[in-house]
């Protein structure tokens, strides 16, 4: 797909998630690629610095390693016997891994034990994702950031209900769904933001010349 757009000859490519992004920029070393939003990336390889992007890739990051740790705090204060919380996450998302790292660390600190560990990679796993999770009788569930599961957030959102299971969101629009709750970055913010320099582009800036931006508004929607 990411070839296909860049045949079109588009002037810019926005991309929001780590895969698209790197779907665009192994695509195009010419076309100017603006991330709406992105985990690490630095270490995703798709910038050089946050502060000297160099390529063509630029935009704003959510550096998410620390949120999921955060996530999981907030959890425990919801629930405060939490002792087990069931994770959820897209493996094959290369953003991710610090963020389940992050998590780990912050879990310890807590003395929460992750499990399950669940990962799904693509749609046909979350059905025996779902049943792993439902037979480990976890006292929570926890979703890391990605866009994949995101795309399914409604199916996810119905079976943590369906388990009456406490959850934690990397996104607004699981809420919006009807999860129970989340906390992120603004994903308005990150958006406008993009479009921001999507006009300094067209006006003749270079990626390579613009920073890339770390959020500054955090929404804790319950």
Known sequence: LAIELVRLEPMVIVTTGTPGT????????TVPIVMASSADPVRSGLVASLARPGGNVTGFTILGSELEGKRLEILRQAVPNLARVAVLWNTANPGVTSYYEAMQV???????????????????????????????????????????LLAHRSRIVEFAAAKRLPAMYPYKEYVDAGGLMSYAPSNIELFRGAATYVDKILKGARPSDLPVQEPTKYELVI
């Open 22 to 29: 790197l779907a665009a920029k192994q695509a195009t070393k």
């Open 106 to 148: 912050v879990g310890r600190a807590l003395h929460v034990t992750l499990e399950p560990v669940v990962e799904v990679r693509r749609e046909e796993e979350l059905e025996r994702a779902f049943f792993t999770i439902a037979g480990a009788r976890p006292d929570a569930l926890a979703v890391i950031a990605d866009r994949f």
